[in-house]
Nanobody, 122 residues
């Protein structure tokens, strides 16, 4: 099973990036998929989640109205569209999968992907 995140990069404050996470190796139809981020020197924190079928998106407060999580089942890919980025969004972003929403939000996930670095300059 593999979750491969990509799409990070360097962007100026106010800019946008779209992260992708390609999922493979099993069926995720009963899973909740999500994104976490880890800033330097800090623990990973939950950012957003969505059911594999595309329902019930949920966001941490700090990204509401700026970030959008979505899923393309045909491509087995989860996306995180990030708009109005600020330096506080700088972190390594990870995608993850868990069998229910609570486990995902609390980090008790079954699968983690390798991270992708997002750097927002002021």
């Amino acid at each position: 099973v593999q979750l491969q995140a990509y799409g990070g990069g360097l962007v100026q404050s106010g800019g946008s990036l779209r992260l992708s996470c390609a999922a493979s190796g099993r069926t995720f139809s009963n899973y909740h998929m999500g994104w976490f981020r880890q800033a330097p020197g800090k623990e990973p924190v939950f950012v957003a989640r969505i059911r594999w079928g595309g329902r019930s998106p949920y966001y941490t407060e700090s990204v509401k109205g700026r970030f959008t999580i979505s899923v393309d089942n045909a491509k087995n890919t989860i996306y995180l569209q990030m708009n109005m980025l600020t330096p506080e969004d700088t972190a390594v972003y990870y995608c993850a999968a868990a069998p229910d929403a609570l486990k995902l939000v609390t980090g008790s996930v079954d699968y983690w992907g390798k991270g992708t670095q997002v750097t927002v300059s002021s």
